[in-house]
């Protein structure tokens, strides 16, 4: 059974920095690609970055280049978010997702909250 475990969320001022992490378990981590998602209060879901198994592609929407950074541990099956330059914009639950793309049946964990503010 799949399972991702996110953590490291919080509350951040702005220009702060965050590191989120996700713990996967359930399948083969090394050979799959991860992501990362977002969900603001009332806004959809979408897409922050994704990096593949073996971390040599690192694609990121367009707001999160410069400030964010995609890492993973295929020793200890745990994929990274680091966030720098945090915005008030940047407040919502953050997801880990299995897999590069982003869709109705993508697999994800329960997500943790972060707040940006002053």
């Known amino acids: 059974q799949v399972q991702l475990v996110e953590s490291g969320g919080g509350l951040a001022q702005p220009g702060g920095s965050l590191r989120l992490s996700c713990a996967a378990s359930?399948?083969?981590?090394?050979?799959?690609?991860m992501s990362w998602a977002r969900q603001a209060p009332g806004k959809e879901l979408e897409w922050v970055a994704g990096?593949?198994?073996?971390?040599?592609?690192?694609p990121y929407r367009n707001f999160a280049k410069g400030r964010f950074t995609i890492s993973r541990d295929n020793a200890k099956n745990m994929v990274f978010l680091q966030m720098n330059s945090l915005k008030p914009e940047d407040t919502a639950v953050y997801y880990c997702?299995?897999?590069?793309?982003?869709?109705?049946?993508?697999?994800r964990g329960q997500g943790t909250q972060v707040t940006v503010s002053s």
């Open positions: 359930g399948f083969t981590f090394s050979t799959f690609s």
């Open positions: 997702v299995k897999g590069l793309l982003l869709g109705p049946g993508s697999v």
């Open positions: 990096i593949d198994s073996q971390g040599s592609y690192t």
